[in-house]
């Protein structure tokens, strides 16, 4: 009588492809994991962008003031703060500010400067060593907050035009990262309240150091 074959795995058969399944995995995680810490760096600069221009956006469509604070006090670090500053009344005190919403970058991502960061600065706001660089070329700086004048422009937290513009830059990175390259920064110019993204370039022109190039 012809023997019957059985079909299926045998125990070997099953612990080899199981243990490449497993080294596909890991493969793949290693490989994956430099794209998730990028997109936490790009939520957290997408973000910062957002509320800075969304802000800006209100101070000239409504007519008053509204301000960004970055890492308020008794909040998390990471925290964007949105305030709105209601105007004086007559020759009155102007009245409190109101908190408008509160952002957080992603848990990993923070306002930090790397010790690889260039001396020359995006828009050549300091030099590349203080994380929330606002008040530049202004007494007390660094400032960490900007507010901004339905006229559009950045100054500094006071009720009224009073001229006092406030230029300056936040950097935004992954703490734990081990390179500096995935960073990426944020620059207002007073004046105008004009906002520029930018991130760090590995090597300059000609083979240089890094260097920030406009996103």
Known sequence: MASRKHNGFSLLEMLITLTFAMIMAAVTFIWMMPLVFQSHVDTGYATTLMVL?????????QSHEYIVNFNPAG??????????????????PAP??????????PADISFGVWGGFPAAAPDGFGNGTVAIDFGQQLPGEPLSSVTFMPDGSAQTGVVGNNGTYNSGIVYIIRP????????????????????RGWRLNQT????????WVQQ
């Open 53 to 61: 221009r969304n802000t800006r956006n209100l101070a000239i469509t």
């Open 75 to 92: 909040f998390p670090a990471g925290t964007l703060q949105v305030e709105y500053q209601g105007p004086a009344v007559g020759a009155g």
């Open 96 to 105: 409190p500010v109101q908190q408008v919403e509160l952002y957080n970058l």
């Open 176 to 195: 734990t990262d081990p390179t500096p390259y995935r960073s990426k920064a944020i620059t207002v110019w007073g004046a105008t309240g004009r906002i």
């Open 204 to 211: 300059g022109p000609g083979g240089g150091g890094p260097e």
